[in-house]
T-cell receptor, first 115, second 110 residues
Framework: DAGITQSPRHKVTETGTPVTLRCHQT?????MYWYRQDPGHGLRLIHY???????DKGEVSDGYSVSRSKTEDFLLTLESATSSQTSVYFC??????????????FGEGSRLTVL | GQNIDQPTEMTATEGAIVQINCTYQ??????LFWYQQHAGEAPTFLSY??LDGLEEKGRFSSFLSRSKGYSYLLLKELQMKDSASYLC???????????WGAGTKLIIKP
C-alpha cells in the first residue's frame, strides 16, 4: 500500500472557524491532490501540487487554500468553514511517469462536519 | 461541456457477470480510469484505458471505445466482496485533470 496518511480522520467544527487538514506521504511522489466527495457527485478536485511550493487550483477551489513546504506534506486549509464544506476530503498521490492525474493512490479520507 | 454518466445503482447475483457502463463527453480525451470504492473507504485503482479495446485483469475487464465516448467495466464470477461503488473517470487532454462520474453502487445478492 502507498504510504499516505491523512489527519484528522474526523472533525466537527463550527461555521466561521479555520480548519486545516494534513496529508503526509512517504513515497516521495511529486504530484499530490485534494479532492472532496459528496453524495450524488463525483470526486471534485480542490487543489493539486506538482512539487514543493508549486500548487494550482482545481474545479472547486473557492474557500480553500493549500500549502506544500515539503515534498511529503500537503495541507488543505479552510480559512472560515461553512456548512457547504461539510464533506469527505481525500488526499491522493500519483507516481511519476504517468503525468498529472495518473493512477491515484488515496488516503483514508477526512470526514469534516461544519455545524 | 464535460460530463460522465454511469448508472446510480445495479444489483447482481453472486457468481454471475455484471457490466457497468460509463459514457462521457469531453473536449479532449487522455485516458479513462476505473476505481473501486467500498463504503466508508478510499477509492482504489482498478484499470486504465487509453486505446480502444479490452483490457483484462483477472476477474475484471475494462473496455473503451473512444469514437463512441463509451467504456464498460466487466466483473466476472461475482463475489460478495465486490459489493462496492465503481467510479469512472476521464482525464482531460487540455489540463490533465480527471472528470469523475458519480459512481455506480453495485449490490451483490447471494
Amino acid at each position: 500500500d502507498a504510504g499516505i496518511t491523512q489527519s484528522p480522520r474526523h472533525k466537527v467544527t463550527e461555521t466561521g472557524t479555520p480548519v486545516t487538514l494534513r496529508c503526509h506521504q512517504t513515497e516521495n511522489h511529486r504530484y499530490m491532490y485534494w479532492y472532496r466527495q459528496d453524495p450524488g457527485h463525483g470526486l471534485r478536485l480542490i487543489h493539486y501540487s506538482y512539487g514543493v511550493k508549486d500548487t494550482d487550483k482545481g474545479e472547486v477551489s473557492d474557500g480553500y487554500s493549500v500549502s506544500r513546504s515539503k515534498t511529503e506534506d500537503f495541507l488543505l486549509t479552510l480559512e472560515s468553514a461553512t456548512s457547504s464544506q461539510t464533506s469527505v476530503y481525500f488526499c491522493a498521490i500519483s507516481p511519476p511517469g504517468q503525468g498529472l492525474s495518473g493512477e491515484l493512490f488515496f488516503g483514508e479520507g477526512s470526514r469534516l462536519t461544519v455545524l | 461541456g464535460q460530463n460522465i454518466d454511469q448508472p446510480t445503482e445495479m444489483t447482481a447475483t453472486e457468481g454471475a457477470i455484471v457490466q457497468i457502463n460509463c459514457t462521457y463527453q469531453t473536449s479532449g480525451f487522455n485516458g479513462l480510469f476505473w476505481y473501486q470504492q467500498h463504503a466508508g473507504e478510499a477509492p482504489t485503482f482498478l484499470s486504465y484505458n487509453v486505446l480502444d479495446g479490452l483490457e483484462e485483469k483477472g476477474r475484471f475487464s475494462s473496455f473503451l471505445s473512444r469514437s463512441k465516448g463509451y467504456s464498460y467495466l466487466l466483473l466476472k464470477e461475482l463475489q460478495m466482496k465486490d459489493s462496492a461503488s465503481y467510479l469512472c473517470a476521464v482525464r482531460d487532454q487540455s489540463n490533465y485533470q480527471l472528470i469523475w462520474g458519480a459512481g455506480t453502487k453495485l449490490i451483490i445478492k447471494p
